[in-house]
T-cell receptor
Framework: AQSVTQPDIHITVSEGASLELRCNYSYGATPYLFWYVQSPGQGLQLLLKYFSGDTLVQGIKGFEAEFKRSQSSFNLRKPSVHWSDAAEYFCAVALNTGGFKTIFGAGTRLFVKA | GAVVSQHPSWVICKSGTSVKIECRSLDFQATTMFWYRQFPKQSLMLMATSNEGSKATYEQGVEKDKFLINHASLTLSTLTVTSAHPEDSSFYIC???????????????FGPGTRLTVL
């Protein structure tokens, strides 16, 4: 069955430090991968997506992610975290099963300390 | 960018009553919308796919008679939680893909969610 795994329930990073959030997927075909951020009281916002082509994807707010087929991973990175980045981050995969469905990972809560 | 709104943003109701949640695409048309449910500290679980002009498609384990979905227009889908019980308390989120087709390459836009509390 298709699945998305985010191994880290929460991560704490110092402001200005680098960040990497892990995501692994299980899907037989070429996946369409996404990272979303959810802040309290706000809807999910798309950070970036990977459909094909360059495996290093640039997103908004200084985020990037790298698709590694051999590792079935799509980790999210940011070189320097800002306090405003504290939020819940979801990795997701879109499945082309005759319709459009998105399967979400469990999420990783990012805490940023001063 | 595209905007999806939900109304109400939060609702408290008594057990046994029904609650309707609206999802609107404000500046684009959506033949398809999706309804998710999110429990505290958990991920989003897809409940159903709402199709304009036809019946919704429910995910396995979701009771179609309890969660009624109507997609009456290209900009509005409603989710009605019938005979709500405390275990239905959750955060309900809708989304809509920007294009009119169904494609895995469509970018989804999410509503801000509706917090339902059933007493």
């Amino acid at each position: 069955a298709q699945s998305v795994t985010q191994p880290d329930i929460h991560i704490t990073v110092s402001e200005g430090a680098s960040l990497e959030l892990r995501c692994n997927y299980s899907y037989g075909a070429t996946p369409y991968l996404f990272w979303y951020v959810q802040s309290p009281g706000q809807g999910l916002q798309l950070l970036l997506k990977y459909f094909s082509g360059d495996t290093l994807v640039q997103g908004i707010k200084g985020f990037e992610a790298e698709f590694k087929r051999s590792q079935s991973s799509f980790n999210l990175r940011k070189p320097s975290v800002h306090w405003s980045d504290a939020a819940e981050y979801f990795c997701a995969v879109a499945l082309n099963t005759g319709g459009f469905k998105t399967i979400f990972g469990a999420g990783t809560r990012l805490f940023v300390k001063a | 960018g595209a905007v999806v709104s939900q109304h109400p943003s939060w609702v408290i109701c008594k057990s046994g009553t029904s609650v309707k949640i609206e999802c609107r695409s404000l500046d684009f048309q959506a033949t398809t919308m999706f309804w998710y449910r999110q429990f505290p500290k958990q991920s989003l679980m897809l409940m159903a796919t709402s199709n304009e002009g036809s019946k919704a498609t429910y995910e396995q384990g979701v009771e179609k008679d309890k969660f009624l979905i109507n997609h009456a227009s290209l900009t509005l889908s409603t989710l009605t939680v019938t005979s709500a019980h405390p275990e239905d308390s959750s955060f309900y989120i809708c989304s809509a893909p920007l294009s009119s087709g169904i494609s895995s390459t469509d970018t989804q836009y999410f509503g801000p969610g509706t917090r339902l509390t059933v007493l």
